[in-house]
């Protein structure tokens, strides 16, 4: 970074570093064009030369790919940030005002009509809405997973599916102490309570495994039989739902983002679901197996 910005640090190199990049055939020509000494014209050039970021060809000198990549970031980037200097300034002492709220300021800033692409008003109020949407079950699931292993203290989670990946993070999540409140909306699950039952005479412990899991100190286990959608809650910063076909009821994209004021309002969402799902089956079956096999929990 430092070689390529001392590359670039004089006023001459950036001059010939913009004229190079529809190419360059004729450093005569270009040398006239700039009001340059050939002197300060291929000592600069030597200098972009070294650094990379120009090449020579059979035609004459042009940007390498990297140099390609420095221009979009240092002209187009800087440049972009700069035609908005006087609001940036006027930004900085706004966002030090004490007397204005978060939503004020957002106000004001969104009234400045700045336009970069460079940073966005969430990045100067510290508002982390970046939402990514996600239209694959798959990379849904591996994102899912990805939350609950950052998750910390709590997860909020009502589901119309059962996937044995993020199954598995948040039993991880249980050992960590995390407290998990579920919403389970998988009809599938109310047929596999005598499935459950014969793996447990057969794998004595895993009753034990069943009972932690929906009878634990940190743990909230509902059934939901008609779940319109699923929704997640991690941490109260991290939150996901999802879109289902209207037509079909199948799964059609999620969004998955970082914000705890849309956090706050899923969590309204799935405190009332919540309120209207029964006791998991589940729950009631470990709690009759415990006292079958006399686990001592």
């Known amino acids: 970074m430092s070689e390529i910005l001392s590359s670039l640090a004089h006023p001459d190199a950036l001059l010939i570093f913009d004229r190079m990049k529809d190419g360059v055939e004729s450093s005569t020509k270009v040398i006239k064009e700039l009001g340059l000494t050939s002197k300060r014209y291929y000592t600069r050039l030597r200098e972009l030369i070294q650094a990379g970021l120009v090449e020579k060809t059979e035609s004459g000198y042009k940007h390498t790919v990297l140099g390609e990549a420095i221009y979009k970031a240092v002209f187009t980037g800087i440049q972009d940030v700069l035609a908005n200097r006087d609001r ?25 009509n700045i336009k970069t692409k460079i940073f966005t008003i969430e990045d100067m109020l510290d508002i982390k809405k970046v939402l990514k949407v996600i239209d694959r079950f798959d990379v849904l699931v591996k994102a899912m997973s990805e939350c609950v292993e950052k ?27 995390v407290k998990i409140h579920w919403i389970d909306g998988d009809r599938a699950n109310l047929s596999t309570r ?5 793996t447990v005479f057969l794998h004595p412990k895993a009753a034990l495994s069943l009972y932690d899991a929906f009878c634990g100190p940190n743990v909230s286990a509902k059934f939901y039989y008609d779940l319109p959608f699923s929704l997640a809650v991690f941490d109260g910063r991290f939150g996901g739902f999802e879109i289902v076909n209207p037509l079909t009821k199948e799964f059609l994209f999620a969004v998955v983002f ?22 998991h089956p589940f729950q009631e079956l470990a709690l009759k197996l415990k006292g079958i096999r006399k686990i001592k929990i």
């Open 88 to 112: 940036l300034t006027l930004i900085s002492t706004l966002l030090n005002s004490k007397k204005l709220s978060a939503s004020e300021k957002q106000k004001i800033i969104e009234a400045l």
């Open 151 to 177: 998750a910390e203290k709590e997860i909020k989670i009502a589901s119309r599916y059962t996937v044995a990946e993020t199954a598995e993070k948040i039993q991880e999540a249980i050992l960590r102490g």
């Open 194 to 198: 005598l499935q459950i039952i014969r």
């Open 258 to 279: 970082e914000d705890e004021n849309l956090c706050k309002k899923l969590d309204k969402l799935f405190s009332d679901l919540e309120k209207k799902a029964v006791t």
